[in-house]
């Protein structure tokens, strides 16, 4: 049995807004698979739910006029992996939400719900990072619309005021045509296990595939908060493609990380951990670019 003093179930986004301004203790669940969780281990026991699974508004992906890919909050990561539009412009993103849990988690578990519980680990947030996704925020006041780095406030922290919900995440025309992205997930095995720390880096190489002409390096359980290795990309950024621009990644990362110890991991190896994986996941950008790194 689960410890909930009520559940409301919004029937449109409005409704959930206006949920939410009654009910102001309430918590939004969507796909439930970190809520229940939660009650279950008492942290929510005894709370007021809103649910907004409801809302089908909410839930798929399209491209807009001018080529933003508008991914609605309840799309579940098995329906992005599987989708399209992703597949041809973000594969990225697909690969990164293919390696949640495993496949009942990605049936039940929503791309919003993976960014609103502020987690560091969250296996959609570095890619994100680097495709330096918006996320679209709806209100009592309307919508506003807030970079994702500025999303994350603190740790299980997001900027989500009174009476409001994620309703999608954007990602802009110029933020994917010409890019390839990899995403690596280290963990201690490899389904139904959270993150020791993750790492997406996009590249967008020159027509002859031998200058960085611009590069995006996301990291999750890098800092108590996802985040983005801006130091590394300026450095980098105009540089051949080479090993030595490779082992320079793997040096330069080490400013813009700072990790903890923590159970999992200790701060040295997920240094060790930011700076390799930084350097593979590059060569495997570089290889989806149609790029080469002699060796
Ligand atoms: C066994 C197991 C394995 C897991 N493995 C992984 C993993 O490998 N990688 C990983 O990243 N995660 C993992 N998770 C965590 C979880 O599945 C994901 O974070 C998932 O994306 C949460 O989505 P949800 O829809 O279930 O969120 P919910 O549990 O419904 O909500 C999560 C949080 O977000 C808020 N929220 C949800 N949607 C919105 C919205 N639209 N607007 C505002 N607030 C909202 C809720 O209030 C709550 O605070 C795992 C969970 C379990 C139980």
Known sequence: M??????????SVQHAVQLLLEHPEAVIIAGGSDVLIKIREGKLAGRELISIYGLDELRGIRKEEDGTIRIGSLTSFRHITA???IRKHLSVLGEAVDMVGGPQIRSIGTIGGN?????????????????????????????????????????????????????????AKDSYIGYKGHYIKYGMRNAMEI???????????????????????????????????????????GCAVSAETRSRIGEEVREDVHPRDS?????????????????????????????????
Request: aromatic letters at 6%; charged letters at 25%.
């Open 195 to 237: 993150a020791t720390t993750g790492c997406s880096v996009n590249v967008k190489l020159s027509r002859d595939k031998k200058t960085v002409r611009d590069i995006r390096i996301g990291y999750g359980v890098a800092g108590p908060v996802p985040l983005r290795a801006r130091h590394t990309e300026d450095v980098i950024r």
């Open 2 to 11: 689960y410890d909930i003093k009520a559940l409301y179930e919004a029937d």
């Open 115 to 171: 960014t609103c519980n502020g987690v560091t680990s969250a296996d959609s947030a570095s890619t994100l990072f680097s495709l330096d996704a918006v996320i679209e925020i709806t209100g009592p006041d309307g919508i506003r619309l807030v970079p994702i780095e500025q999303f994350y406030l603190g740790p299980g922290k997001v900027d989500l005021r009174a009476g409001e919900l994620q309703t999608s995440i954007l990602i």
């Open 83 to 85: 989708d399209p539009i």
């Open 263 to 295: 159970w999992r991991a200790a701060k040295d190896f997920r240094e060790h951990l930011c700076s390799t994986m930084a350097m593979r996941a590059f060569t495997e950008a570089v290889r989806k670019s149609g790029g080469e790194i002699d060796d």
